[in-house]
């Protein structure tokens, strides 16, 4: 089963929209999540890297939050632009394991 | 910043054939690299994972006679596939760590991706 999960699956926004996207994960002892962006066709581009202590960072109009809690972390666009099209990764490591345990993506949709 | 270079970034070859993907970490040291293979609209599957100087380790259902990885040296890693069929035909995108930093919270660095078909 997968250990990360991401939702909505693919969103359409209109373009100087916000929206919001979500990641869950049961990956334990946990290490650190980060965020890609993943243009079509082209390699995932790192947003952010959040380990255990940090709540939130922003990369631009991007901004992430981390509930090492909940296990949960969302990341928000601000003002969306087209250039925001793309699928975001949610990416989770565990402690002393070099393995990453991959999101499914959210594929969002900027409309101009 | 850190890049991580691929190549080729497609090949079209004939089945049966051999083709070889070349990963780069341009100007850092990468003790290790990933292997991964995406199909359309579907998340990176990792395939392997290759440490320098030693053998590369796969995940369950990857070939390794099929999926030869070498990783030569910190910032070369090769993934070649053996006797192609066109069910092989996907988007095989490495990633490189960092070795600046301890542990894996080190950066990850993705490649840019090699988009194979087979005929």
């Known amino acids: 089963k997968n250990q990360v999960e991401q939702s909505p699956q693919s969103l359409i926004i209109l373009e100087g929209k916000n929206c919001t996207l979500q990641c869950n994960y049961t990956v334990s002892p946990f290490s650190n999540l980060r965020w890609y962006k993943q243009d079509t066709g082209r390699g995932p581009v790192s947003l952010t890297i959040?380990?255990?202590?940090?709540n939130t960072k922003s990369n631009g109009r991007y901004t992430a939050t981390l509930d090492a809690d909940t296990k949960q972390s969302s990341l928000h666009i601000t003002a969306s632009q087209l250039s925001d099209s793309a699928s975001y990764i949610c990416?989770?490591?565990?402690?002393?394991?070099?393995?990453?345990?991959f999101g499914a993506g959210t594929t969002v949709t900027v409309r101009a | 910043g850190a890049v991580v270079s691929q190549h080729p970034s497609w090949v079209i070859c004939k089945s049966g054939t051999s083709v070889k993907i070349e990963c780069r970490s341009l100007d850092f040291q990468a003790t290790t690299m990933f292997w991964y293979r995406q199909f359309p609209k579907q998340s990176l599957m990792l395939m392997a994972t290759s440490n320098e100087g030693s053998k590369a380790t796969y995940e369950q259902g990857v070939e390794k006679d099929k999926f030869l990885i070498n990783h030569a040296s910190l910032t070369l890693s090769t993934l070649t596939v053996t006797s192609a069929h066109p069910e092989d035909s996907s988007f095989y995108i490495c990633?490189?760590?960092?070795?600046?930093?301890?542990?894996?919270?080190?950066?990850?660095?993705f490649g840019e991706g090699s988009r194979l078909t087979v005929l």
């Open positions: 990633s490189a760590r960092w070795r600046g930093r301890a542990g894996n919270t080190g950066e990850l660095f």
């Open positions: 990416v989770v490591s565990a402690v002393f394991d070099y393995k990453l345990s």
């Open positions: 959040m380990t255990f202590s940090e």
